[in-house]
């Protein structure tokens, strides 16, 4: 037996069912969690009456005659692959995940112990740094699989350190996508790995708190890219991107984020990059509160978010990853178009049609075709 996510609306949920997430906003979806099985009556209302725009569930399917297990997509019944979509304990090979293994585990320490001298009043000193931003450059350059396994495992305890690791991966991934000069690339690693060093100053038990926030804990929170920004002012060789990151990572080009509420026009690159860096792994990583978004929907969220983020970096982030959500056309190496109709919990793989060249089952049905990030060209 193997298992298919499936969307359905709110008012389709019913009693047994297995909710893996929501889409639609993650502030406004009527649970704090958001991988439960449906058990009460009060659930069920819940679901039924919020304002998610779908509900995805996971179903346990057997085999179906001439193919593997067919699903509705689109109003078209389809039939998936041999090769299921796995999950992320199976991203790439064993030597990829033991490797991006040991470098989470190698930079937890040292993010742990910067976070540690800040509240004890020390300076960040860049040149103890750069030699792991160097590190996670050369593992995350060496494999895609090494790079989606920094950034997918950690788990919930270890988010508030390992996440400047994975946000750091994504902005050196991203300045060499954008033609960043290679000797400006470590300061915008270093830049993400910093970014948020003023956490180091927030309890734990407001980071890891499992509820939402009161009024007064969230603007505490709001204050960790002025108090961040201030303590690495005090280092003399501290790069300027990564300080305009730090205090920026958290505006929006609507002008409507924090500290400074600064418009477009005002907001470099860098920060730009950041603020989709940082939004994206906090979506797709299990937090205290919530369970980790799929890649393409946490993409797919984010690009809905009107004046949120850049349009055209984020369409670029999207290559930067290899990822796209469903309904995307990609441009295949082979020369080839494929419509992506299915997710998958493993961002290197994507369920898609290849356009005009729809493979079929004995009884007519289209087939579910796996390809892999490294054989897409990009969007079409």
């Known amino acids: 037996m193997r298992v298919i996510m499936r969307r359905i609306s709110p008012a389709e949920i019913e009693l047994g069912m297995q909710v893996r997430g929501f889409e639609g906003s993650w502030l406004s979806h009527p649970f704090f969690r958001s991988n439960f099985e449906v058990k009460t009556e009060r659930q069920l209302k ?4 919020s304002s998610v725009d779908a509900v995805l569930i996971e179903d346990a399917l057997n085999g179906a005659a001439g193919g593997g297990e067919q699903i509705r997509i689109g109003g078209h019944t389809i039939t998936l692959p041999d090769e299921i979509l796995v999950g992320k304990e199976g991203i790439g090979f064993p030597g990829e995940q033991k ?3 040991e470098l989470l585990d190698k930079s937890k320490k040292q993010i742990m112990a910067t976070f540690a001298d800040l509240r004890m009043g020390k300076m960040v000193r860049t040149e103890e740094l750069s030699p792991l931003v160097d590190e996670i450059s050369d593992v995350i350059v060496s494999s895609r699989g090494t790079f989606h396994n920094v950034l997918s495992l950690k788990s919930r305890d270890e988010y508030t350190y390992l996440h400047s690791v994975a946000v750091c991966a994504m902005m050196i991934k991203f300045s060499r996508k ?4 290679e000797q400006e690339i470590p300061e915008f690693g270093l830049a ?4 948020d060093v003023g956490k180091a100053f927030i309890p734990e038990e407001i980071l890891n708190k499992s509820g939402r ?13 002025a108090r961040g920004h201030a303590e690495l002012t005090k280092a003399p060789d501290m790069p300027k991107v990564v300080l305009d990151v730090c205090l920026h990572h958290h505006e929006r080009m609507s002008g409507e984020g924090y500290p400074e509420a600064l418009p477009a026009k005002k907001l470099s690159k860098a920060a730009r990059m950041a603020a989709i860096c940082d939004v994206y792994d906090a979506l797709t990583s299990d937090r205290a509160y919530k369970d980790a978004w799929s890649s393409q929907k946490a ?5 809905s978010w009107e004046g949120h983020f850049d349009p055209q970096l984020l369409v670029m ?14 441009r295949l190496k082979s020369g080839e178009i494929a419509l992506v109709v299915g997710e998958s919990a493993n961002p290197m793989i994507h369920g898609v049609y290849i356009m005009g060249k729809e493979l079929n089952n004995i009884e007519g049905r ?7 990030s490294v054989d897409i060209v990009g969007l079409a």
């Open 46 to 49: 819940k679901i039924r009456n």
């Open 99 to 101: 490797r991006a293994r």
């Open 178 to 181: 954008l033609g960043i000069r």
């Open 192 to 195: 993400g790995l910093l970014h």
């Open 213 to 225: 926030l009161t009024d007064e804990e969230f603007k505490l929170v709001k204050e960790h890219p």
């Open 299 to 303: 993409l797919r969220e984010m690009a």
């Open 317 to 330: 982030f999207q290559e930067v990853l290899g990822i796209y959500p469903v309904g995307a056309h990609l």
């Open 366 to 372: 289209p087939v579910v075709k796996n390809v892999r």
